[in-house]
């Protein structure tokens, strides 16, 4: 019996981490950062990671929203 090919083995493993990177880029943007910390997500062994901070970070309209009022109470 013949083995598979490398790029079929392969091809959930990429195909996890590329759902993984369309789900990441809205998560980025609502946190502020860009679409280069996104792809950050697409190195192997390093999405959940990336996730898990982008998912820790207070969302950019937070601090905008904050620093708004502060910017009142002065």
């Not at 996104?38 to 309209?61: E, G, N, Q, R």
Request: no cysteine; glycine share 4%; aromatic share 12%.
């Amino acid at each position: 019996m013949e083995e598979p090919s490398l790029v079929l083995s392969l091809m959930p493993f990429l195909l996890t981490t590329v759902i993984f990177f369309v789900f990441t880029i809205p998560i980025a943007r609502r946190k502020g950062r860009g679409l280069g910390f996104a792809a950050l997500s697409l190195i192997p062994f390093v999405t959940p990671f990336i996730l898990l901070y982008l998912v820790s970070l207070t969302d950019k309209a937070v601090f905008d929203r904050l620093a708004e009022l502060e910017a009142k109470s002065q």
